[in-house]
Nanobody, 118 residues
Framework: QVQLVESGGGSVQAGGSLRLSCAAS????????MGWFRQAPGKEREFVAA????????VYADSVKGRFTISRDNAKNTVYLQMNSLKPEDTAVYYC???????????WGQGTQVTVSS
């Protein structure tokens, strides 16, 4: 079992930045691919970004490409999402997730709210 705890959410004006963190329990963090997802009010949860076990490979949703950066520190069991040039449409609850076996996102955090005002 993996426990994920997000932090770093908050309220910011359009054009601003936030950095989300997701701390994972356990000793096998480096074996998991990690991802960030978000869910806006009235919408389905959507993929934002993902990073490979070593951190050498990343992928982003088109809507955030060039503005968001996912990274990880395996020594700290933490994955980050640096969000720059934020837009009101980025407002959502952001979740981190872990894929331990390459078969899907099995573990989820509780989410952190990000609100971007115009």
């Amino acid at each position: 079992q993996v426990q994920l705890v997000e932090s770093g959410g908050g309220s910011v004006q359009a054009g601003g930045s936030l950095r989300l963190s997701c701390a994972a329990s356990g000793r096998t963090f480096s074996r998991y691919a990690m991802g960030w997802f978000r869910q806006a009010p009235g919408k389905e949860r959507e993929f934002v970004a993902a990073i490979s076990r070593s951190g050498g490979s990343t992928v982003y949703a088109d809507s955030v490409k060039g503005r968001f950066t996912i990274s990880r520190d395996n020594a700290k069991n933490t994955v980050y999402l640096q969000m720059n040039s934020l837009k009101p449409e980025d407002t959502a609850v952001y979740y981190c997730a872990a894929d331990p076996r390459g078969g899907g996102w099995e573990f989820w955090g509780q989410g952190t709210q990000v609100t971007v005002s115009s």
